[in-house]
């Protein structure tokens, strides 16, 4: 996720802004800015480059900062435009009057940037932030207001979710902020603020902090007190000031113990911003560009290929279940090293679908030229924009998961496996294989998965307790059927990645064919078992095990009783539709893994012999 730092004050901005990037750096970014006030001029000084917050430095190194009690910088997490140095923040409006840097995604700024364009407004970059600058500036001229009320009217015009910090050179003794689904605090010093997306920039400086809430701003003036408002009414917020009491680690962590933890945690959030912008409920509309822009080749195909290695290609796994279900076309899922070494057919009219969270696999990056290569349209599923596969795909859509730094993958999973169903649900529409009413009940019930993950996520001690029982297994069993023997397999690679305990994944019915063998009275199961999906078989399945002595770790929908009179552990999740399930299911499998892996004194963040990104074969 993006970062920011602000400063206003009376001490030298360009050193607490640089040493709060580098703090910031743990969030992951692909570029870095900043923008300064130059006293002298009177003009805002900007350096902005694609890379890390050193080049930065180097950067600005060579053309000398001007001294200066008012700044920003930024590190940048592309989301609209690839990572380049115009990209990236802060962003000047057409005056150069106003910086701004912002995290978040304006969902509405293609209309207002088709606006600000018939009012002779003109932009360099592709990002919805250089939008939201000019859009504020066009405001402020029209409204003839200060930069605070130009911002708040301008907020309420926009769609979408942002922090951001703007400054105005024509009145250097203030700076603005606000938000709206992104973390913004404040530090408060002795005649001086300090502005981060999280405490760790300014903890060295002041233990005061004002966390900023949902639709927020304040107004900061140098000689008097910090102002804050509601944007949408105008009201005056008391600001809270808060004493410190973290550390450095576990604020970068926000307060979780480990990136995975907090990753896991996150997962509500994350599939929300995969929504946004996509996901019209009431309208019944889903949008996303890459699908847009090639209706025809997605309605023609004849064929879907999906590729992608580890927990990637478990989300194409589930795909298979959905798109064929959904969009009634075949699908194949094939890990992206077979594909490439096999000579695969691949016809003109078949799609691909590369997923991939970091966009760098060096397997899934070679497919994806092979298929290219024999004409395929190549349809890219990525986390990191800007990123290999990102940029060798034909089109794709972005997971906006933010950054992933646990090795094992997460929230990654759970969005890609949102993107996928939004892919399904819209061409099952088009091609007529859905009807309205269960394309909105579907659509609602997307929208629904958020709060349901998060109450999923109330498991969380239950599962704890339930680790404290099993972390000294040598052999772990997961069974599921349908749109969940992917989840088994996606349970028994996060439990192998981060406790290195030996685990398998199979389709509950295939149990009989071999894995029935292994059960005696140290072995335990977990097994998916939800209310759809051959559940009466599933329950036969558990009695199985039940006889063999075997201890079942049963995941079910709310509600049931039979299989909780069997299993020794059961964990609930909402009901939703069985296509979804996957979504809720993942999550106790998720922290099961976790647990077990701290009781075994792992290394959870980064697992023996593993990276987060292959890029070797
Ligand atoms: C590595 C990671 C896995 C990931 C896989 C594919 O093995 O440790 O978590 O699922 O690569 O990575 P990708 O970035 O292509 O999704």
Known sequence: MCGIVGYIGHRDAYPIIIKGLQRLEYRGYDSAGVALYNEESKRIFTVKTKGKVQDLIDKVELNGSPFTNLGMGHTRWASHGEPNDVNSHPHLSNSGNLAIIHNGIIENYEALKTMLKQEGFTFKSDTDTEVLVNFIEYVQQKENV?????????????????????????????????RLGSPLAIGVGDDEYFIASDATPFIDYTKDAIYLEDEEMAIIKRGTAIQIRKIGDDSIITPNVQELEFSLEQIEKGGYEHFMLKEIFEQPNAIQDTFRGRLLADKGIIRMAGVDD?????????????????????????????????????????????FRYRNPIINKDDIVIAISQSGETADTLAAIKLAKANGAFVFGVCNVVGSSIARETDAGAFTHA?????????????????????????????????????????????????DKIAEVLESNAFLEEIAAIYKDATNFLYLGRGYNFPVALEGALKLKEISYIHAEGYPAAEMKHGPIALIDEQMPIVVIATRKGHYDKVVSNIQEIKSRKGKIIAVVMKGDTIVKNIADHTIEIPETFEALTPLLTTIPLQLLSYYIAIMRDCNVDQPRNLAKSVTIE
Request: proline share 3%; charged share 20%; glycine share 8%.
């Open 146 to 178: 200060k930069l605070g009320k130009a911002v708040q009217l301008a907020l309420n015009q926009v769609v979408g979710a942002y922090a951001i910090v703007i400054f105005d050179v024509s009145n250097p003794d203030e700076i603005v902020l606000a």
């Open 294 to 338: 090639n209706i025809d080749r997605f309605l023609n195909a004849k064929r879907i290929l999906i590729i992608g290695c580890g927990t990637s290609w478990h989300a194409g796994l589930v795909a298979e279940y959905i798109i064929e279900d959904l969009a009634r076309i075949p699908v194949e899922v094939e890990y992206a090293s077979e």
């Open 402 to 450: 933010g950054p992933e730094i646990g090795v094992a993958s997460t929230k990654a999973f759970t969005t890609q496996i949102t993107v996928l169903v939004l892919l399904a649900l819209r061409l099952g529409k088009e091609k007529g294989v859905i009807n309205t009413t269960d394309y909105y009940k579907y659509l609602y019930e997307m929208m629904a998965i958020p």
